[in-house]
């Protein structure tokens, strides 16, 4: 059993901070400051703040942690056997990781060195890849650049989203990380280092990306609505109206780029290379719907033109 101080912020982490706490002494927490969330834009403590005040664990929530003070309050906190950090939102100093006598270990949601950086789990179905899953590694201070301890993969389902495959990768990195940190603390892992040739880059993802351009092909704009399932959403525009795909799916016939057609297989939109067929759709103000239900009550969407 070590002493941990563990650095996360979002749903993800959660699982691993629960397994670290079954297994471990986790005696402090660090994670992002509690910020506006929901309509009334009231602050909210993260997900791994409130599984931490629920242990009676102690939080710590530097703005920066690379500032000289918050690295002094961070050692008040005690020194752990380890930092072990899931999605934690901070570049960490060499400084900060240096601490531990273990140094600072990682749970990254990817085969690394494949999509380092924010995003790993919407580039991975963004770019129609077989496979994603787990890395544990050591942290220096480069972009996920540290030697790594372990990886498990785990296939991709040809209807994953970013929620669906958020949620397995979640799991799997608490599984796995609760079978590698022993071993690791004990001396039995010999770290390997990346290839840093065969590195890709996933960097954080803006609310803009969700705009569907559809002179692209149209199995690309399929995999980005489910990449961008549920946040930031792909969406188009149906005159000065915002309509989001919620689903779809894609076919080989032809149209022009963005626009509404009707063929022998359902209500379809034209691509750079071949059709979009939506299954749900939600227009601007209006509840998520199926595209049979939306046609029955926008008749003059067939033939529309979108942007």
Do not use: C
């Not at 930092?83 to 601490?99: K, M, N, R, T, W």
């Amino acid at each position: 059993m070590a002493d941990i101080i563990f650095m996360g912020t979002p749903d993800f982490a959660v699982p691993t901070l629960q397994a670290l706490i079954k297994n471990h002494r986790v005696i402090g927490v660090v994670t992002q400051p509690d910020r506006p969330a929901g309509r009334n834009r009231q602050l909210q403590p993260s997900p791994i703040k409130q599984t931490a005040l629920a242990a009676g664990i102690p939080v710590f929530q530097p703005e920066k942690l690379r500032k000289p003070e918050a690295i002094e309050e961070l050692r008040q906190l005690g020194t752990p056997d380890v930092y072990i950090v899931a999605a934690f939102g901070q570049i960490l100093p060499q400084s900060v990781l240096d601490i531990p006598p273990h140094g600072s270990v990682n749970v990254h949601a990817s085969l690394l060195p494949r999509w380092r950086g924010a995003a790993p789990i919407q580039a991975v179905i963004r770019a129609g890849d077989a496979q994603t899953g787990i890395t544990i590694m050591q942290m220096d201070a480069g972009l996920d650049t540290g030697p790594m301890l372990s990886q498990r993969a785990i296939p991709i389902a040809p209807d994953e989203t970013s929620q669906s495959l958020h949620d397995k990768l979640a799991l799997l990195g608490a599984e796995l990380l609760t079978e590698t940190l022993p071993r690791f603390l004990a001396g039995e892992i010999t770290p390997q280092p990346q290839d840093d040739a065969h590195s890709t880059l996933a960097p954080r993802i803006t609310k803009d990306e969700g705009r569907i351009n559809w002179n692209t092909d149209a199995a690309s704009i399929e995999r980005a609505v489910r990449a961008f399932t549920p946040w930031p959403g792909t969406f188009t525009f149906w005159g000065d109206r915002q309509l989001k795909i919620l689903s779809g799916s894609t076919g080989t016939d032809s149209a022009a780029p963005g626009k509404v057609v009707k063929n022998a297989n359902g209500i379809a939109i034209g691509t750079g290379d071949g059709l979009v067929y939506p299954m749900r759709l939600q227009l601007a103000g209006g509840k998520p719907v199926t595209i049979d239900e939306f046609v029955n009550g926008h008749a003059d969407f067939i033939g529309a033109q979108l942007t």
